[in-house]
């Protein structure tokens, strides 16, 4: 099974070359070429929401879940980073998208509690914000999911104390 879904995971991802970023060496006369791990990537990113560039945020967020989509990792840390730079920017609609395609992502390798955890915020997000018939679809499967064996009694309890 692990190996479909991350076949299907992989041929979902887009392709894109290396993510490499140019620097400059203290002292040195020439930029050289940084191939940049998804990890630093986050941590470029996050520091970058931090100083206010929300541009540079989302770029970094971006490159690091393109990244880890194509070596068929869960991109949850990215994934929520981007949408939270969406929220940031009122665009909700695109973070509610950002998130549920982690949730596809987490469905396709077979993770039903991070899956679950994904949905509901998914689904707190289109609420808050006007949109209770597009988040209809995404709580039907959050029902479905509070019966799955595999999402933990946590999970379930908390599913259930947010949409009662």
Same mark, same amino acid.
């Given at each position: 099974?692990?190996?479909?879904?991350?076949?299907?995971?992989? =041929?979902?991802? *887009?392709? /894109?070359?290396?993510? %490499? &970023?140019?620097?400059?060496? *203290?002292?040195?006369? &020439?930029?050289?070429?940084?191939?940049?791990?998804?990890?630093?990537?986050?941590?470029? =990113?996050?520091? =970058?929401?931090?100083?206010?560039?929300?541009?540079?945020?989302? $770029?970094?967020?971006?490159?690091?879940?393109?990244?880890?989509?194509?070596?068929?990792?869960?991109?949850?840390?990215?994934?929520?980073?981007?949408? +939270?730079?969406?929220?940031?920017?009122?665009?909700?609609?695109?973070?509610?998208?950002?998130?549920?395609?982690?949730?596809?992502?987490?469905?396709?390798?077979? #993770?039903?509690?991070?899956?679950? +955890? %994904?949905?509901? #915020?998914? %689904?707190?997000?289109?609420?808050?914000?006007?949109?209770?018939?597009? =988040? &209809? *679809? #995404?709580?039907?499967?959050?029902?479905?999911?509070?019966?799955?064996?595999?999402?933990?009694?946590?999970?379930? $309890?908390?599913?259930? /104390?947010?949409?009662?």
């Amino acid at each position: 099974m692990y190996t479909i879904a991350l076949a299907a995971l992989l =041929a979902a991802a *887009p392709t /894109a070359l290396p993510d %490499v &970023r140019m620097a400059t060496m *203290p002292g040195a006369t &020439r930029t050289v070429a940084v191939d940049e791990t998804a990890e630093q990537l986050i941590e470029s =990113a996050r520091s =970058a929401q931090a100083r206010g560039d929300l541009e540079g945020a989302y $770029r970094d967020f971006a490159r690091a879940l393109r990244r880890k989509r194509a070596d068929g990792v869960l991109a949850i840390d990215a994934s929520y980073g981007v949408a +939270h730079v969406l929220v940031m920017q009122s665009r909700f609609r695109d973070a509610a998208d950002a998130l549920e395609q982690l949730a596809a992502d987490a469905n396709l390798l077979g #993770d039903a509690n991070t899956e679950a +955890h %994904v949905l509901l #915020d998914v %689904v707190s997000l289109k609420v808050s914000h006007h949109r209770k018939a597009a =988040a &209809r *679809p #995404d709580a039907l499967r959050l029902k479905e999911l509070i019966t799955d064996v595999r999402v933990s009694s946590d999970t379930r $309890r908390l599913i259930k /104390a947010r949409l009662s």
